[in-house]
C-alpha cells in the first residue's frame, strides 16, 4: 500500500494552509529527503520533504486549501527507481550529477570521472538544484532560473537572484513578459488569490487600526557617533565575530534601555488585567517577498551587539529562505521596524498587539542641524514611536523616545550602563 504523505502540524493554533507549491512534479520519482511541497499559513511557511523513495501521486492541486492530518499524496515505495534516478541516488552524494546537455550520461562514464564538477559549476543549470522556494518564485515571475547565475555559495541562486532577474529587461524584451502577455490578451487587470500570510497581515493590520487608541509622537536622532564608530571598529569587529556592525544592533540595545527607564511600554492588556512583563523579547520587522515578518529576539538585553547581529542575520536567511518557525515570531514585548532601508522618510508604524508600542526607524539623510551655535551637516534619522494610548501616558511615551535619542547620539552609554 502506498505511504500516505499528510499535511504535518506547523503549529498549535494553526489548523490550516495554502499547498503553495509542489517541488516535485505528479508521477516523479522522489528519495527519502526530497522536499515534496510548500503549505503557506497565516504565519509561517513550511518545506515538507519524503520520507521514503518511490513514485509520488499528487491527491491536491498546487493553490489548495489543506487542513493539518490531510492526506496530499502519496508515495507508492515498490515503484522502480528510473535509470536517470538510480544514477543520481549513487552518484550525487560523491560527486554530483552529470550532464552532458540534456541527456544523462551513462553511469559507467559517471564512475569512470576522474573530477567531478564542482558546486559552483552545477548549481542552478540543473532544475533539480533550486530550492523550492526559487522553482516558486521563477514560476510565478516567468523567468528561467536555470540561466541565472546565483549569487548564494557556490552559485547557488536564491529567490532575491530571480527577483532581480524578473526586475531587470530581458535581451529583446524591454518589459516584463507578464506585463506583455496581459497587454496583448486584451486584460487590463488581473486576479490573485490573496495568500493565508497576507490575509492574516491584513486582518492584524486593520484589528490594531480598530482596537487600540494608537497615537505616534517623533523625534531625530543624530547618528554621527554611531557611524565614527562603526568606522572605528568596523574591520577588528568582523574580524573577531565574523559579521558586521550594522545599525540596528544599536537601536536594539538602545530600546532595551529605554525599557527599563519606562517600564509602562514593557506591558500589555489581557481583558481587564495589565500584564507587566519583565523580559525584553524583541521583535525585528523583516520585509520577505510574502509579506512583514517580525522574528523576536530572545532576552535581548542578555546579547552583546555581536549577538544582536547574528541573530538578526540568522533570523534574515531563514525569512528568505521560507524557513520562519511559528515559535521563532511569537512573544515579543515589542518592535522595531526599519523602513529607512526602503527610502522612507517619515511613518506612522502600526502596533504589532498586544504589544504596547513599536519603533520605526527611517532613512539617514544629512541635513543642516544646529550644533553649539553653529550650522553643521549631520546624518540626521527621524524616529516614530506608535503606542497604545490605554497603557502609554504621552509623558511616558515621549519620555521613552527621548531615551532612545540619548543612546543612540551617546552609545558609549550603553557599554558604560549609564
Known amino acids: 500500500m502506498p505511504l500516505e504523505v499528510k499535511v504535518p502540524s506547523v503549529g498549535e493554533s494553526i489548523t490550516s494552509g495554502l499547498l503553495g507549491v509542489w517541488s516535485k512534479p505528479d508521477g516523479a520519482y ?142 529583446g524584451q524591454p518589459e516584463k513578459a507578464a506585463a506583455a502577455t496581459s497587454r496583448s490578451s486584451g486584460e487590463k487587470t488581473t486576479r490573485k488569490k490573496m495568500s493565508p500570510l497576507r490575509q492574516k497581515i491584513a486582518a492584524r493590520l486593520l484589528a490594531a487600526q480598530q482596537e487600540t487608541a494608537h497615537l505616534t509622537t517623533f523625534n531625530e536622532v543624530d547618528l554621527s557617533a554611531i557611524m565614527a564608530l562603526r568606522t572605528k571598529f568596523q574591520d577588528r569587529f568582523v574580524k573577531r565575530h565574523e559579521i558586521k556592525l550594522g545599525f540596528m544592533s544599536f537601536f536594539v540595545k538602545a530600546v532595551v534601555h529605554a525599557l527599563h527607564v519606562v517600564p509602562a511600554i514593557n506591558a500589555r492588556i489581557d481583558g481587564d488585567e495589565l500584564v507587566q512583563n519583565n523580559f525584553y523579547d524583541i521583535g525585528v520587522a523583516i520585509s520577505t517577498d510574502k509579506g512583514l515578518l517580525v522574528p523576536v529576539l530572545r532576552d535581548a538585553d542578555q546579547l552583546g551587539f555581536a549577538g544582536v547581529e547574528k541573530a538578526i542575520g540568522a533570523y ?36 504589532n498587539p498586544p504589544q504596547a508600542a513599536i519603533l520605526g526607524m527611517h532613512t539617514i539623510q544629512e541635513r543642516p542641524v544646529a550644533v553649539s551655535g553653529r550650522v553643521e551637516i549631520r546624518p540626521m534619522m527621524y524616529l516614530a514611536l506608535t503606542y497604545d494610548h490605554r497603557i502609554v501616558d504621552g509623558k511616558e511615551a515621549v519620555t521613552f523616545l527621548a531615551t532612545v535619542k540619548e543612546v543612540v547620539e551617546n552609545p558609549g552609554a550603553v557599554l558604560l550602563e549609564l
Open 316 to 351: 534574515a536567511k531563514k525569512a528568505r529562505d521560507g524557513k520562519i518557525q511559528l515559535a521563532d515570531l511569537e512573544g515579543g514585548v515589542f518592535t522595531i521596524t526599519n523602513g529607512g532601508v526602503f527610502g522612507s522618510l517619515m511613518s506612522t508604524p502600526i502596533l
Open 30 to 171: 522522489v528519495n527519502a529527503g526530497d522536499p515534496l511541497f510548500e503549505i503557506e499559513t497565516d504565519k509561517v511557511t513550511s518545506e515538507v520533504v519524503a520520507e521514503t523513495a518511490g513514485q509520488l501521486k499528487h491527491l491536491v492541486k498546487q493553490g489548495d486549501t489543506v487542513n493539518v492530518g490531510q492526506v496530499v499524496a502519496s508515495i507508492d515505495e515498490k515503484a522502480t527507481a528510473p535509470v536517470a534516478a538510480a544514477v543520481s541516488a549513487g552518484t550525487d552524494k560523491a560527486a554530483g550529477k552529470e550532464k552532458n546537455g540534456s541527456a544523462e550520461i551513462p553511469p559507467a562514464r559517471v564512475q569512470a570521472s576522474a573530477t567531478p564538477p564542482s558546486p559552483a559549476q552545477t548549481r542552478g543549470k540543473n532544475a533539480d538544484d533550486l530550492s523550492p522556494a526559487v522553482r516558486f518564485q521563477a514560476a510565478d515571475k516567468g523567468v528561467d532560473a536555470t540561466k541565472i547565475d546565483g549569487t548564494g555559495k557556490d552559485g547557488r541562486v536564491l529567490k532575491g537572484d530571480v527577483l532581480a532577474a524578473a526586475a531587470a529587461p530581458q535581451k
